[in-house]
């Protein structure tokens, strides 16, 4: 294989996509906003008017890892707007560009949101974005077969659900914390299922997908394979942590309650309501088997936050 190119490589997802690979012997080359070293590329920010003729000269795939990230309270005067820049336009500027210069493939890392909020998911259901972040992904999505379909770039789409590992931030490292400090959680009684991905299984996924001629065209979930109940992850968290789980049982319509009363109804939604995908395809089409266990993956964030404790 020739060099990869890995935007947002040194993300959470893309600083583990760029080790994966260099493990595995292919030459990595790194986009960023600002070029450190001459492993780098600077792009600068991603938008519909980046020049990347630098960053894919020689490069015969590209892994598309940068993205304006979800937040919960966007600051934004136009969320849209802003997701829709550097997401849908800034996406749909680097694939036309990477069509231009002979890339081959190009894999873009979406999300679950493309689907939804709730329920299960496949990768052929209708799109069902939420917020607009989902959006400004699925509207990525459509342009990106668009111009594969014109110019021959063989696209391929990774929707994973929520990814964990070292790096982690946002929800799962607060709940982590919340955990390793003995907090009791009122998530007793949730019978909830969720699907994660351990991140260095979303790096092995995505390198399937580089190189198998039946991803091309395509739009893939991927998860851990093994989906849990909020209250599962908590006490295997507490393993992992040494620490006891305090699960208090209170009744889901309660905590729902209380959490519309404190304007926080999105973040309750992930705790206590249901996300789950279907990824028999990727396994069963492309042969692909996630390397990691989930307690595995588990294990191997505690590791990590202990040691930025330390």
Known sequence: M?????????GFVGSALCASLERQGIEVRRAVRDAKSATESGVGEIGPDTDWTGALAGCDTVVHAAARVHVMRDSADDPLAAFRAVNTAGTLNLAAQAAAAGVRRLVFISSVKVNGEAGHHAAQDEPAPADPYGVSKAEAEAGLHKIGAASGLETVV??????YGPGVGANFLRLMRAVDRGMVLPFGRVENRRSLIFVGNLASGIAQCLTHPAAAGRTWMISDGQDLSTPELVTMLAHHLGRPPRLMPVPVPVMRWAAAALGKSQEADR???????????????LGWQAP???????AATVAWYRGRLS
């Not at 020739?2 to 040194?10: R, W």
């Not at 705790?271 to 995908?277: E, F, H």
């Not at 990691?292 to 588990?298: F, I, N, R």
């Open 2 to 10: 020739s060099a990869v190119l890995v935007t947002g490589a040194n």
């Open 158 to 163: 990774i929707r994973p659900p929520l990814v």
């Open 271 to 285: 705790l206590l309501g249901n996300l789950t995908v279907d990824s028999d395809p990727i396994r069963n089409e």
């Open 292 to 298: 990691y266990s989930v307690d595995q993956g588990l």
